[in-house]
């Protein structure tokens, strides 16, 4: 018969995809070797449409690369390197074995080594791709640079680390780019916007790490050789950008440690500025946004741009003209990372850190930092606060009022600058009272009844979603509350009377009230009729709407019961609500 | 200082030996000596130069040779020594007291330099020379003026010069001829070098670590692949829960505490406790913070990546447009009568053709007839049975009711409405002339009489099994029942009433009967069995079609009075609407009901079909066909209507419409028969 037959697995989406195996076996490395070579150029498995066709058949799970990729790797001159790496050791060993001391000296002499410069050339061919992905990269420079020389990586890593966020942080602190800032149980998180990318990055406490076993350190090793690779090239970058010598000196003019030679040191310290290439006048002049002729959209666009733009000018400002100190307790590179950023002066004791300009006797200090229940000395002429003054200040873009930050005073929560609030979405009282304050309101006393308001604003819009019957029980709690707190009688469980039905009483006002049913009706008509896929999508988006306003209820129910009476009451209070609330759950 | 003893006696000529031996004491004694001679005499000063000690001769040419013994063993005698002639050196006789000492300390000048000798007992002035030396000595100079301490030094064993030599042995050959090994070793680094085993140190790089990469950027750099890249996606940014000092709902309580410690990772909303600390101070360290970042690694590399269009629709959107119920009117609306009186769950309900009249029969062994307009019964009967089904005749000019109970199926006169069309039916039953030939039939017919009659009985059908169902042919003449049985093939039998005939239309059994229906204009007649729907041609008396209902068990059928639709009612909830002409599969189906469905009914004249479940609803849905056959038949549900309550999980039991209005009655198992209108 004619016609040749047609084999299965042969075209389509089998011929796209090749296992890791295969993918090795083609590129002739080990899977470790295979392993770092897809970490240097970002190649990373990709998910088939149709599993089993690419599997051939099997529904064994596997990792599919694309063959494409696999082919890409292929010419890749670091391939050869790796293996010019593996006859050098095996040489070195065979020397070391045969105690040939000369032919290891030789051997040593000519190590082969890589560079990473053409494969980040390649994976980022612009700048800002590059500095898009830096993320990981920071996060990952500031974890490696605290690490101790234990082994755990080499110890020139560890020094290139340090020196690489070192020479960021002073960028950051020089082009005042930082803008949000947030003390979490991991660490502290840092945003900065850098040419107009927001760049965010977590530091770790410093505290000696307990290094944990099942962790492969190779793997981060490697990642840490890529990112060290970039981020070195983006800091060059960026150093130009800001007409800056690069590797960073420490200007002349400031001669605060004569005695300390080291450099990374001095610049770690992060109180002096840093050399310019051309020297400028100290004042930049803000490049002024060119005024267009515009109309319409356009000049409200303008407009809005215009307030943004002042708007962080101003953040920029937040501290300048303060001086501040450091209590030895607290995090120093931290704050004086976040002071400088925002303009501040800013020292500590010399025997904690090199670089400190003035001493704790100084009467010009505005503001001291400290993280202690209480002080010996007090000098009048300042403030003294607890660290996460500067935070909330750095998050609120407006300095707050200090009275709640004093020594030994209970903090308010610390929220976090990231998470921007939907409609629908519960916002904590806090936050509301912020929003308040930048608006400008007044702090005081008139405050409590705003936030009454605020609150009674929030139930109502959250009774309108919530269920019937949550609102009888969310009155019937009110009620309780309120015969709690004013004359702290034993909590009666009551009946609410039923509700009259509005086409039983037949009123004028019940009119809207029959339409919105029948609107209602004709929408639950409506859904019966649906298909049983869309019905099923349906379904699960108006869960995931029903569970959400369910969280916000409770916590909003929470937060009432929080205006109600002081802090510890209420906070038992809601304890025992929530246990009572769970069976129910 | 007694290391040096001098002889007795020297000769004149000994001078400068002991000049030498002066000298070489001076050196070899320390410092202390010196400090001593300045204040008291020592003996062994005499010696100290040459041209002191001929001074010294000079003067008094006194000198005791008794060398240098301790003077105190001259003590008791008369004299100290003796001098260069033999003869006694004596005393003097009186000895200097303190008042002498002191005065002469006062009055002579040279007192700082005189010097008491003991051997000589006589005091000696010092000279200018020798209280130089005796200050340079103090100084810890040397005593010579002319000595130079800085002598260059000179070398005679250095790598260059070497006067001596350290061994005597003669050289050997094999140090002035070439050597062989090294001879083989640099011919095999020869070789080495000549075959590129041996490099050659490569030059240190110049360039700088770090460097402008992107001084030009190429846009033709951007390949293909930089398009297809899929950016790993951003770690997640904290919320509040994270905080080291989170407001106080974001907290766990201890239950939650404890449920979150016993989940899997996996399944955990939050990957941590969130924890609240009273100062920035008391914040450990996080634990599982390289943990993490080892996974985000993890992830980075080893994550396969897929671009997802996330459905971001507006679920407003998913429900469909359908015309507005308002617009579809008349549909019922609202319960209007609630027709009470049975005593117990009402199976089934028929309205009159005329649509004056309702019957009702119930489990309470009674079947009721109602005014519609009014709720009033009119009419109870006892029979003998619960009732199954009841059915009007729809024959308008006939007024003759079926009732089936247990295995009888009772046609009644309910001697309602129309006198004439009492009477005549009355008369059309009495008409009956036997055939000639009495056939062997399914079920026996008696005609009733006295009073049975008088109660309205007309005619008894006895049938060999239960009977659970009655259907009417349009016409009114045929009549068919439903005797479920699943072993035999006589469970469906159709009734002539004019002529009093029965016949069993099936040969086979196909399954489990559970409902039949004529079609109201052709010759066809509908058996439903539990999931299929047979079609079957009576005059040709062979199966036309068989409609798949994808339902798991049919509970009640109906056709529509256009024929060409039929809808299916099932205990699965579902409710499946076939179109003759289409297809033998269900066109569409409608999940409405929560709960079986029990009946089913379509109006006569309105394009309304209704639906009753046990979840107590009845859905009535507006169900247009449309001449035009390209046309989709338009169903949308109008309205449900509740009022039944839910006794023993069972709801509403049957549905019908009323003949001309558009009203549903429905009869449920709380014992009443509701009309909504």
Known sequence: MGGLQKKKYERGSATNYITRNKARKKLQLSLADFRRLCILKGIYPHEPKHKKKVNKGSTAPRTFYLLKDIRFLLHEPIVRKFREYKVFVRKLRKAYGKAEWTAVERLRDNKPGYKLDHIIKERYPTFIDALRDIDDALSMCFLFSTFARTGKCHVQTITLCRRLTVEWMNYVVTSRSLRKVFISIKGIYYQAEVLGQLITWLVPYQFAHDHPTDVDYRVMATFTEMYTTLFGFINFRLYQTLNLVYPPKVTQHEKLNRWVSCSLQKLSALSASLARVVATAEEEEENQLDQFPADGEDLENMEAREKEQKEQEAQNRLFEGLKFFLNREVPRESLAFILRCFGAEVSWDKSLCIGGTYNVTDETITHQIVDRPDIDKQYINRYYIQPQWVFDSVNAKMRLPVEDYFLGVTLPPHLSPFVEEKDGDYVPPEKLKLMALQRGEKHGKIQEEEEDDDDDDDDEEYNDEVDDEDLTEEKNLKKMEDQRSQGKQTLAVKVTPGKVKPWETGSVGNKVRLEKEEKAEEKRLAIMMMKKKEKYLYDKIMFGKKRTTREVSACAFLVYLFYIDDVIVRLNYYRSFRLKKQPEN | MGTVCVGGVYPAGCEKKRDTAAHSLLIGSGRGVFIEITHRCSPTLKWLTTSESFQLSRVCDIRNTVGNVPMEWYQDYPHIGYNLDGKKIFKPIRNKDELDEFLDKMENPDYWRTVHDKTTASDIRLTDEQVDLVHRLQKGQFGDVNFNEYEPSVDFFTNEVMIHPVTNRPQDKRSFIPSLIEKEKVSKLVHAIKMGWIKPRKPKETTPQYYDLWAKEDPNAILGRHKMHVPAPKMRL????????????????????????????????????????????????????????????????????????????????????????????????????????????????????????????????????????????????????????????????????????????????????????????????????????????????????????????????????????????????????????????????????????????????????????????????????????????????????????????????????????????????????????????????????????????????????????????????????????????????????????????????????????????????????????
Not at chain 2, 296 to 304: A, N
Not at chain 2, 319 to 327: G, N, S, V
Not at chain 2, 496 to 523: A, D, E, Y
Not at chain 2, 615 to 627: A, E, L, P, Q, T
């Open chain 2, 238 to 677: 904290p919320g509040h829960e994270e905080s080291y000092n989170p407001p106080p709902e974001y907290l766990l309580t201890e239950e939650e505490r404890l449920v979150w410690e016993q989940q899997d990772a996996e399944d955990r909303k939050l990957p941590f406790l969130p924890q609240k600390h009273s100062c920035l101070r008391a914040v450990p360290a996080f634990s599982r913070f390289i943990h993490e970042r080892f996974e985000r690694c993890l992830d980075l590399y080893l994550c396969p990546r897929q671009r997802k269009m996330r459905v971001n629709v507006n679920p407003e959107d998913l429900i469909p447009k359908l015309p507005k119920p308002k617009d579809l009117q008349p549909f019922p609306t609202t319960m209007s009568l609630v027709y009470r009186g049975h005593t117990s769950l009402v199976r089934s309900i028929s309205a009159s053709p005329t649509g004056q009249w309702l019957v009702s029969g119930s489990d309470d062994f009674t079947v009721r007839f109602w005014e519609v307009n009014t709720g009033r019964c009119m009419k109870t009967l006892e029979v003998g049975g619960a009732v199954k089904s009841v059915a009007w005749n729809p024959n308008p000019a006939v007024c003759l009711v079926a009732v089936c109970f247990e295995r009888t199926v009772l046609l009644l006169n309910p001697s309602l409405g129309d006198r004439l069309v009492v009477s005549s039916t009355d008369q059309l039953i009495t008409a009956y002339e036997p055939p000639e030939e009495d056939k062997e039939q399914a079920v026996t017919w008696a005609l009733s009489e006295g009073l049975e009659h008088n109660m309205g009985h007309r005619l008894t059908l006895t049938h060999p099994k239960a009977v659970k169902q009655v259907v009417w042919h349009g016409k009114g003449d045929y009549l068919s029942s439903v005797m479920p049985d699943n072993s035999s093939n006589l469970q469906v039998l159709i009734h002539q009433v004019s002529k009093r005939r029965t016949q069993n239309p099936f040969r086979k059994n196909k399954g489990l009967v559970q409902c039949v229906s004529f079609h109201p204009l052709r010759p066809y007649f509908f058996v439903a069995t539990q999931r299929y729907v047979r079609v079957y041609n009576l005059i040709k008396q062979e199966l036309t079609k068989k409609l798949m209902t994808n339902c798991k068990w049919i509970s009640s059928m109906a056709i529509h009075p256009g024929g060409d639709n039929l809808i299916c009612g099932s205990y699965d909830c579902r409710l499946a609407w076939f179109d003759l002409d289409l297809s033998t599969k269900p066109y569409k189906m409608l999940r409405h009901h929560k709960k079986a469905l029990r009946g089913v009914a379509y109006h006569r004249n309105y394009p309304l079909f209704a639906s009753g479940a046990d979840d107590g609803s009845v859905i009535v849905c507006h169900g247009m066909v449309y001449n035009d056959l390209l046309q989709n038949p338009l169903i949308v549900p109008v309205k449900v209507l509740k009022g039944h309550q839910i006794t023993h999980d069972l709801g509403v039991l049957d549905v019908t419409f009323h003949p001309t209005q558009p009203w549903v009655f429905s009869s449920g198992a709380d014992t009443t028969i509701r009309l909504f209108t």
